[in-house]
């Protein structure tokens, strides 16, 4: 087998937009072999669906191939018609798509568009389409299969959705599978799963995959070579023990770095940024210090009967950081909302600094002299900054409302002061959300929430939107911050490697009650529940001392 | 607009609107067009040819001319003249009521749309129950019992606007409520009245603002409906939808210019405010400025 | 058969809740009726030269003397059992002239919405299809244009040409010629009688009577209509499941028809019943134009008439049309979007 199966020749995309034409990739190259598993990584931006959308003649009306060639077993299909893709879609490649539950049918049952995707290409009778939809839901190991064929996407969760759509993927027998992101957005142990299935179904088949991803340990678990994309090129390419274990090119070194694995530090995450030498450990608080933070049987139920929160307690010291960890629906979110008093407990207690905070209705609690205390850094930074208010404006709020500062020399010197300690250049205070890139928003919603020098910072997954190398320098920043104001953190994130590096105590949550509580290192290397195991089994991960 | 907006966004706000007007040259018609109009109204007066109320018999009836651009109606009044003072009329209670009808919605609207609950539910039905209505019959009957005057015409224009305003700006802001900045803004310590008058209208005004503008059009042509089946304002007062009434009679003969005129005055003025609508939708929305 | 419980489910619900809704109006309407100037009994009265003593008696027998809140009950008591009053204007049941004439309205409503679906259907796809094509600027263009044309002036331009000018339609009265013969009273739309008679000539001319008025009517609600398919038709296309269809290698026509289209037309659907409600209250302006002997014109005429029954009696009559389209449209939808009957 000389000829690759898919071979990618100095592809150069470019999309049409209002201020010209933007190049989305710029000579990318790279060959997959006949049941190979080829890793493509990158950052947002990097060209990595774009090369997948291109190789399958997906792009949309703006997007042009505008150099370079795309052959796929010997054939040119760079600027293949329509009609000559058509035929080859889904017998001869097919793609996974990332966000499974709207890449399908929201109003046509499972069974349906796997059986479209059938007779797309062979001549079967209704009743012959069915029944092999059903083979093949099987094989995706979807159980009660004969009853889920007839069920909507809405009433599949994601994970079901993935396979459904690895089994349309596959039903025409095709050679190769690209498959985009396909595991983002899913739960850790759902990935794992998932990508078992698509790495077992791919080998018992003798396929060849393109896996496009963002997660290095995915890719280093899961494919025999990987390839680096930076800014539409592909840098580097090696098989994945030498690629991370000894990178070549800086910018896989720097990528690599930035990746949070079982050994890493916050210090080793970016190598650019000087840090102080590592902290040393506190001096234990003396004896009696009183708890910053109570939390006694919370419970939160919403309308509906859902029990978000069921019954958790758990106590934090000043300037302790705490973690709080788990999938999706296990509360996490619910509880920084209830600790820091935006949202009213149906039941139980939050004592903060030795008073009761949860008596005030959430309504009320802006006048609370607590306000200030305690405050929150959100999720997504560009949906948590207010669309008409600049970058000026968002930081300058808290000290206007809780400080009572009116404009002038001291609210000015003030905002200023809080960009300076967050490193956001004074010039982007002028910019709006929509003109700072996602880095630039997250130290603004930072900059934000420690303006009023509260004593208690809750974090909800301040990263969980960022690129790996931003989140490496956030990360850096929250840790400084930590030390230099004395702060504690109520840390939330579904990344164990993240908060075993940030936090000194973690809380392990399922189903919104509390399954393991100790010390992070400890969890880490001995966890004691089944689930918390289980959790920390299903991390990908490459360990680049190993390789 | 936020005050916050015009220091540091001016420039940046101009230079927008400006690449917008060029990359959509009706927008800036219709724009030219809505001063136009506004212009007209204010000057009738001292523009117009004739006395638009003044009948002259003897010259009833006369198709375009040198000395009637649009021709003479059936007591031989200008018909460009009526038209002229008959803009004045329409735009006075479109906006009027237009603006009545949205600063009530809005804030009512807004106000449900974040708070939630008991209230919400009741203001939703309430709400339900007036578009259940048929609401140009609405119109007809409040202006048959409160009588034929200018303001009980554009209440009745503004009430029947109202339950729009009211359910858009609660979706919209019900929208947003759960966004994150508002949950940072209420960890900042703004109360829920500020959140609703600094942060959530501000946000939706740009929405809003397209509204209005589609609106106005609908409210003018509501005001020359009801004019038209006899319930707004009344002979001889010039108004384009009583032109267009008193044309009707004279259609089935051929005389053109009695009806065209008047139609065509409403037809520009809902089109100028129709498209200046799809026009600020793309000027106001902050995430296509860059 | 449980998505059919659900829908069922949806049903009662959606009928219950538009209870309250409806009451709201009657007691509106009511309010408002009674706050009318005019007092109905001078209106109805022998004449001018009426003695004190006749009025008083009409009163009374029109129950006007009673408190207002009594009148109220009184009028809620006869709703329920079908009673609408009596209009003083006609001087029969309201109930009977709403039945003579509620065809008349259904039929040119009925008509108009079937015109302006089949025309903004197609040109919403196309232009969708087709984004910033000749043809997408062309929708555009009728759009604007024909949602900025008020129905009477468009109704009056479209005589001009059609009646005056070419001469291809007849005279714009009524729904159809004086001395043409009306065809038995089957269920009251002509064309349907007609047709079920074999009467070809009659159909010929009850069809010619009610082109223009539909197509003005039309016209209106084209443009909403045909703005919607195109925004949804857009929106559908540029969604994740088009792309999945597009990869498994699908037909073009089968990825537009059977992916595209089913999921676009849900929110056309929608914007489908409220079109159809707006058209029935917007019908007086149409009828008036053509003299149209619908409800609408009814009301409008028992209005300027201080005849407060009829006027109730058509709100109410609109308000149950109106609850009875949205659930319509409610079945559909749960038919169409297997989404909605989950919830």
Same mark, same amino acid.
């Given at each position: 087998?000389?000829?690759?199966?898919l071979?990618?020749? #100095?592809?150069?995309v470019? +999309?049409?937009?209002?201020?010209?034409?933007?190049?989305?990739?710029?000579?990318?190259?790279?060959?997959?072999?006949?049941?190979?598993?080829?890793?493509?990584v990158?950052?947002?931006?990097?060209?990595?669906?774009?090369?997948?959308?291109?190789?399958m003649g997906?792009l949309?009306?703006?997007?042009r191939?505008?150099?370079?060639?795309?052959h796929f077993?010997?054939?040119?299909i760079t600027?293949?018609?329509?009609?000559?893709?058509?035929?080859?879609?889904?017998a001869?490649?097919?793609?996974?798509?990332q966000?499974?539950?709207a890449?399908?049918?929201?109003?046509?049952?499972?069974?349906?568009?796997?059986?479209?995707?059938?007779?797309?290409?062979?001549?079967?009778?209704?009743?012959?389409?069915?029944?092999?939809?059903?083979?093949?839901?099987?094989?995706?190991?979807i159980?009660?299969?004969?009853?889920?064929?007839?069920?909507?996407?809405?009433?599949?969760s994601?994970g079901?959705?993935?396979?459904?759509?690895?089994?349309?993927?596959?039903?025409?027998a095709p050679?190769?599978?690209?498959?985009?992101?396909?595991?983002?957005g899913?739960d850790v142990?759902?990935?794992k799963?998932?990508?078992?299935?698509?790495?077992?179904?791919?080998?018992?088949?003798?396929?060849?995959?393109?896996?496009?991803?963002?997660?290095?340990?995915?890719?280093?678990?899961?494919?025999?070579?990987?390839?680096?994309?930076?800014?539409?090129?592909?840098? /580097?390419?090696?098989?994945p023990?030498?690629?991370?274990?000894t990178p070549?090119?800086?910018?896989?070194?720097?990528?690599?770095?930035?990746c949070?694995?079982?050994?890493?530090?916050i210090?080793?995450?970016?190598?650019?940024?000087?840090?102080?030498?590592e902290?040393?450990a506190r001096?234990?608080?003396?004896?009696?210090t009183?708890?910053?933070?109570?939390?006694?049987?919370?419970?939160?139920?919403?309308?509906?009967?859902?029990?978000?929160?069921?019954?958790?307690?758990?106590?934090?010291?000043?300037?302790?950081?705490?973690?709080?960890?788990?999938?999706?629906?296990?509360?996490?979110?619910?509880?920084?909302?209830l600790?820091t008093r935006?949202?009213?407990?149906?039941?139980?207690?939050?004592?903060?600094?030795?008073?009761?905070?949860?008596?005030?209705?959430?309504r009320?609690?802006?006048?609370?002299?607590?306000?200030?205390?305690?405050?929150?850094?959100?999720?997504?930074?560009?949906?948590?900054?207010n669309?008409r208010?600049?970058a000026?404006?968002?930081?300058?709020?808290?000290?206007?409302?809780l400080?009572?500062?009116?404009?002038?020399?001291e609210?000015?010197?003030?905002?200023?002061?809080?960009?300076?300690?967050?490193?956001l250049p004074?010039?982007?205070?002028?910019?709006?959300?929509?003109?700072?890139?996602?880095?630039?928003?997250?130290?603004?919603g930072?900059?934000?929430?420690?303006?009023?020098?509260p004593?208690?910072?809750?974090?909800?997954?301040?990263?969980?939107a960022?690129?790996?190398?931003?989140?490496?320098v956030?990360?850096?920043?929250?840790?400084?911050?930590?030390?230099?104001?004395?702060?504690?953190?109520?840390?939330?994130?579904h990344?164990?490697?993240?908060?075993?590096?940030?936090?000194?105590?973690?809380?392990?949550?399922?189903?919104?009650?509390?399954?393991?509580?100790?010390d992070?290192?400890? @969890?880490?290397?001995?966890?004691?529940?089944?689930?918390?195991?289980e959790?920390?089994?299903?991390?990908?991960? +490459?360990?680049?001392?190993?390789? | 607009m936020?005050?916050?907006?015009t220091?540091?966004?001016?420039?940046?706000?101009?230079?927008?609107v400006a690449?917008?007007?060029?990359g959509n040259?009706?927008?800036?018609?219709?724009?030219?067009?809505?001063?136009?109009?506004? @212009?007209?109204a204010?000057?009738?007066?001292w523009?117009?040819?004739?006395?638009?109320i003044?009948?002259?018999v003897?010259?009833?009836?006369?198709?375009?001319?040198?000395?009637?651009?649009?021709?003479t109606?059936?007591?031989?009044?200008?018909?460009?003249?009526?038209?002229?003072? !008959?803009?004045?009329?329409?735009?006075?209670?479109?906006?009027?009521?237009?603006?009545?009808?949205?600063?009530?919605?809005a804030?009512?609207?807004s106000?449900?749309?974040?708070?939630g609950g008991?209230?919400?539910?009741?203001?939703?039905?309430?709400?339900?129950?007036?578009?259940a209505?048929p609401?140009?019959?609405?119109a007809?009957?409040?202006?048959?019992a409160?009588?034929?005057?200018? /303001?009980n015409?554009?209440?009745?224009?503004?009430?029947?606007?109202?339950?729009f305003?009211?359910?858009?700006a609660?979706?919209e802001?019900?929208?947003?409520?759960?966004?994150?900045?508002?949950?940072a803004?209420?960890?900042?310590?703004?109360?829920?009245?500020?959140?609703?008058?600094f942060?959530l209208?501000p946000?939706i005004?740009?929405?809003?603002?397209?509204?209005?503008?589609?609106?106005? !059009?609908?409210?003018?042509?509501?005001?020359?409906?009801?004019?038209?089946?006899?319930?707004?304002?009344?002979?001889?007062?010039?108004?384009?939808?009583?032109?267009?009434?008193?044309?009707?009679?004279?259609?089935?003969?051929?005389?053109?210019?009695?009806?065209?005129?008047?139609?065509?005055?409403?037809m520009?003025?809902?089109?100028?405010?129709n498209?200046?609508?799809?026009?600020?939708?793309?000027?106001?929305?902050?995430r296509?400025?860059? | 058969?449980?998505?059919?419980?659900?829908?069922?489910?949806?049903?009662?619900?959606?009928?219950?809740?538009?209870?309250?809704?409806i009451?709201?109006?009657?007691?509106?309407?009511?309010l408002?009726?009674?706050?009318?100037?005019?007092?109905?009994?001078?209106?109805f009265a022998?004449?001018?030269?009426? !003695?004190?003593?006749?009025i008083?008696?009409?009163?009374?027998?029109?129950?006007?003397?009673?408190?207002i809140?009594?009148?109220?009950?009184?009028?809620l008591?006869?709703?329920?059992?079908?009673?609408?009053?009596?209009?003083?204007?006609?001087?029969?049941?309201?109930?009977?002239?709403?039945?003579?004439?509620?065809?008349?309205?259904?039929?040119?409503t009925?008509?108009?919405?079937?015109?302006a679906?089949?025309?903004?259907?197609?040109?919403?796809i196309?232009?969708?299809?087709?984004?910033?094509?000749?043809?997408?600027?062309?929708?555009?263009?009728?759009?604007t244009?024909?949602?900025?044309?008020?129905?009477?002036?468009?109704?009056?331009l479209l005589i001009?040409a059609f009646?005056?000018?070419?001469?291809?339609a007849?005279?714009?009265?009524?729904?159809?010629?004086?001395?043409?013969?009306?065809?038995?009273?089957?269920t009251?739309?002509?064309?349907? #009688?007609?047709?079920v008679?074999?009467?070809?000539?009659?159909?010929r001319?009850? +069809?010619?009577?009610?082109?223009?008025?539909?197509?003005?009517?039309a016209?209106?609600?084209?443009a909403?209509?045909a703005?919607?398919?195109?925004?949804?038709?857009?929106?559908?296309?540029?969604?994740?499941f088009?792309?999945?269809?597009?990869s @498994?290698?699908l037909?073009?026509?089968r990825?537009?028809?059977?992916?595209?289209l089913?999921?676009?037309l849900?929110?056309?659907?929608?914007?489908?019943?409220?079109?159809?409600?707006?058209?029935?209250?917007?019908?007086?302006?149409?009828?008036?134009? +053509?003299?149209?002997?619908?409800?609408?014109?009814?009301?409008?005429?028992?209005?300027?008439?201080?005849?407060?029954?009829?006027?109730?009696?058509f709100?109410?009559?609109m308000?149950?049309?109106?609850v009875?389209?949205?659930?319509?449209?409610?079945?559909?939808?749960?038919?169409?979007?297997?989404?909605?009957?989950?919830?």
């Open positions: 087998m000389t000829t690759p199966l071979q990618v020749q #100095d592809l150069a470019s +999309f049409a937009t209002r201020r010209g034409d933007v190049a989305a990739l710029r000579g990318a190259s790279f060959a997959l072999h006949q049941g190979e598993v080829l890793g493509l990158g950052e947002s931006g990097s060209g990595k669906s774009v090369t997948a959308l291109a190789t997906l949309d009306q703006a997007g191939v505008t150099g370079g060639s795309i077993d010997g054939r040119d600027r293949a018609s329509a009609g000559m893709l058509r035929p080859m879609r889904g001869a490649f097919s793609m996974i798509f966000n499974p539950r890449a399908l049918n929201p109003i046509r049952s499972v069974g349906a568009q796997i059986a479209d995707a059938l007779r797309a290409h062979r001549d079967l009778s209704p009743r012959a389409a069915r029944d092999q939809a059903l083979a093949l839901l099987e094989q995706v190991r159980r009660n299969a004969a009853q889920r064929i007839d069920a909507f996407p809405h009433e599949l994601g079901m959705c993935q396979r459904i759509m690895i089994a349309m993927a596959i039903a025409c050679r190769l599978i690209i498959a985009d992101e396909p595991t983002t899913l142990t759902t990935q799963a998932v990508m078992d299935l698509l790495a077992t179904l791919t080998r018992d088949r003798g396929m060849a995959m393109l896996l496009i991803t963002h997660d290095l340990g995915l890719a280093a678990q899961y494919c025999d070579r990987v390839a680096v994309m930076e800014q539409g090129r592909v840098v /580097e390419e090696a098989p023990a030498a690629l991370f274990g070549g090119h800086a910018y896989t070194r720097r990528l690599v770095a930035a949070p694995t079982p050994t890493s530090t210090s080793s995450l970016s190598p650019e940024i000087v840090l102080p030498a902290p040393v001096p234990p608080l003396p004896a009696g009183p708890l910053l933070l109570e939390v006694r049987d919370l419970v939160k139920q919403y309308p509906g009967g859902v029990t978000a929160v069921d019954k958790v307690s758990f106590t934090m010291k000043p300037g302790e950081s705490l973690g709080l960890v788990g999938e999706s629906g296990s509360g996490k979110s619910t509880i920084s909302r600790v935006l949202i009213d407990p149906t039941a139980g207690e939050v004592i903060f600094d030795g008073r009761s905070v949860s008596d005030m209705p959430a009320d609690f802006h006048r609370a002299e607590q306000r200030s205390q305690i405050q929150i850094v959100f999720q997504d930074a560009g949906e948590s900054l669309p208010f600049n000026f404006d968002s930081i300058a709020d808290p000290l206007r409302r400080r009572g500062l009116r404009d002038g020399s609210l000015t010197k003030r905002v200023k002061d809080c960009a300076v300690s967050v490193g004074l010039p982007l205070l002028e910019r709006f959300p929509h003109q700072l890139s996602g880095g630039q928003r997250a130290r603004v930072i900059a934000r929430a420690v303006s009023v020098d004593k208690l910072l809750v974090l909800d997954e301040p990263t969980a960022l690129d790996v190398s931003v989140q490496a956030v990360l850096q920043l929250l840790d400084r911050l930590r030390r230099e104001k004395g702060l504690a953190y109520l840390f939330v994130s990344d164990l490697n993240v908060v075993r590096m940030l936090c000194e105590r973690m809380i392990v949550l399922r189903n919104g009650q509390v399954v393991e509580e100790g992070s290192q400890r @969890i880490f290397r001995a966890p004691q529940a089944e689930y918390t195991a959790l920390i089994a299903a991390i990908p991960h +490459f360990d680049p001392v190993a390789a | 936020s005050a916050s907006m220091s540091p966004g001016r420039s940046s706000t101009l230079g927008h690449w917008v007007l060029r040259p009706l927008t800036a018609l219709a724009m030219a067009g809505t001063v136009l109009l506004i @212009i007209l204010i000057l009738a007066p523009i117009a040819p004739y006395d638009p003044a009948s002259d003897p010259s009833a009836l006369q198709p375009p001319s040198a000395a009637h651009w649009f021709g109606d059936q007591l031989g009044r200008d018909i460009l003249s009526r038209l002229l003072h !008959g803009t004045r009329l329409d735009l006075t209670i479109a906006a009027a009521a237009v603006g009545l009808s949205f600063a009530v919605g804030m009512i609207g106000f449900c749309g974040f708070v008991r209230l919400d539910r009741w203001v939703g039905r309430f709400t339900d129950v007036l578009m209505f609401l140009f019959v609405l007809m009957a409040m202006v048959a409160l009588g034929n005057r200018l /303001e015409i554009i209440y009745a224009t503004a009430i029947i606007n109202l339950p305003y009211i359910r858009f609660r979706t802001v019900a929208v947003r409520r759960n966004a994150g900045w508002v949950e803004a209420q960890a900042s310590g703004n109360s829920r009245g500020r959140i609703v008058l942060f209208l946000n005004l740009p929405i809003v603002a397209v509204q209005i503008s589609l609106n106005l !059009g609908w409210a003018i042509l509501n005001a020359a409906g009801l004019s038209f089946i006899g319930l707004g304002v009344q002979a001889p007062t010039p108004e384009w939808g009583i032109m267009v009434a008193e044309g009707a009679r004279f259609i089935a003969s051929g005389k053109w210019w009695l009806v065209f005129f008047p139609g065509a005055a409403l520009f003025a809902v089109l100028c405010f498209l200046l609508g799809d026009g600020l939708r793309d000027i106001l929305d902050p296509m400025r860059t | 058969m449980r998505k059919l419980q659900a829908i069922g489910r949806r049903i009662g619900g959606r009928l219950l809740s538009s209870v309250p809704a009451l709201g109006v009657v007691v509106l309407t009511f408002l009726m009674r706050v009318l100037p005019g007092d109905p009994a001078v209106f022998s004449g001018p030269s009426a !003695g004190q003593q006749e008083e008696d009409l009163r009374k027998a029109m129950g006007l003397d009673q408190p809140p009594v009148q109220l009950v009184r009028y008591q006869d709703i329920a059992t079908g009673n609408l009053g009596r209009s003083m204007t006609t001087g029969q049941a309201v109930l009977t002239d709403m039945q003579q004439r509620l065809p008349a309205s259904l039929e040119l009925f008509s108009a919405l079937f015109l679906l089949a025309c903004a259907l197609p040109l919403g196309l232009a969708a299809l087709r984004p910033g094509s000749a043809v997408d600027h062309v929708v555009r263009f009728l759009c244009l024909g949602v900025c044309m008020p129905t009477f002036v468009s109704g009056l001009y009646y005056y000018l070419l001469g291809w007849p005279d714009p009265t009524g729904r159809i010629d004086i001395f043409a013969s009306t065809p038995p009273e089957i009251g739309f002509l064309l349907f #009688d007609f047709a008679t074999g009467d070809w000539d009659g159909f001319a009850a +069809f010619s009577q009610l082109i223009l008025p539909a197509c003005t009517m016209l209106f609600v084209l909403p209509l703005r919607m398919t195109r925004a949804s038709m857009l929106a559908v296309l540029g969604s994740d088009i792309r999945t269809a597009r @498994i290698g037909a073009p026509w990825v537009i028809l059977v992916y595209a089913r999921n676009a849900l929110p056309v659907l929608t914007i489908a019943g409220i079109v159809f409600s707006t058209m029935l209250g917007a019908n007086v302006l149409v009828e008036k134009v +053509f003299s149209w002997p619908g409800v609408a014109s009814y009301a409008l005429d028992a209005l300027l008439a201080s005849d407060y029954a009829p006027v109730q009696g709100v109410l009559l308000a149950t049309i109106f009875l389209v949205n659930l319509l449209v409610d079945i559909l939808y749960g038919l169409a979007d297997p989404r909605i009957a989950a919830e």
